[in-house]
């Protein structure tokens, strides 16, 4: 998983390299002669004025298929670009969500991130943000790169958009087991932007603005302690942690 990892961070890389000294994302090795490049959502269908109106070319993107095209946006909402690349999606949709609305792009791509600013710049775009996959990082620095990470969209009171994080099992290694249900998948985290109304809440307690919620803007995440515990060291049975054996408890005392 790892090395799969590894390779497509790595040709992203040198794309956005490629990209910034002025090649295109579609040379021999990228998506050239795919026929995704056309029909219903394919490159064809961003709108050159659009594209133009951004400063940009279709060089900034590194989609085979224009999302946008299909996305119902509206001004107010807010967008998130999961690979989000040079960033061109998220630039678009910014301008499709305002005013009032935000685009967010996150990118594993060291590279890619830095392109995707250039190109916020040059665009003139101020309500987007680009951002490092913050929380598949937290998950890989506590548990290990090598189990993947996966996004399903969720509901929590105190975020919206939200969405649930899970880690492939650490028990199993994926293939399935008790402790995941025979998933391979480990709910590990919930996460969100921070709703505006949590600002609001704030502010009344504080008895001024404080946090501004048309200006501030944040994402949340958390996770259950026992959770973590469990994963980290292989625990199958939550009732243990709360069993009082001395025998389990003093594995830990060390
Ligand atoms: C085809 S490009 C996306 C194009 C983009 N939507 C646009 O507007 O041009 C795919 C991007 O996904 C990123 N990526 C791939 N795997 C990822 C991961 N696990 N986490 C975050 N980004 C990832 C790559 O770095 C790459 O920039
Ligand atoms: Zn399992």
Known sequence: METIRESVRAKYAETAIKLRDGGSCCDPGCCAGSDALSGPIGQ?????????????????????????????????????DLGSGAGLDVL????????????????????MLALANENKARAGVENATFLKGTI???????????????????????????VEADLGCVVCGGTGCRVCKGTGWLEILGSGMVHPGVFEAVNKRLGSVVYDPEEVTGFAFGLGIERVAMMRHGVDDIRLFYGNDLRFLEQFNK
Not at 44 to 68: F, I, K, M, Q, R
Not at 70 to 80: N, R, W
């Open 44 to 80: 064809d269908e961003y709108s050159s004025a659009d594209v133009a109106d951004l400063g940009l070319s279709l060089g900034a993107s590194l989609g085979c298929g224009n999302p946008t095209a299909l996305a119902q946006l509206h001004p107010g909402e807010v967008v998130l």
């Open 136 to 162: 598949e990082a937290f998950l890989h620095a506590l548990f290990g790169a090598q189990y993947p990470v996966r996004f399903r969209s969720s509901f929590f009171p105190y975020t919206e958009p939200s």
């Open 92 to 111: 678009l949709s910014a301008r499709r969500v305002s005013p009032g609305g935000h685009a967010y792009g996150v990118d594993m791509t060291d590279e």
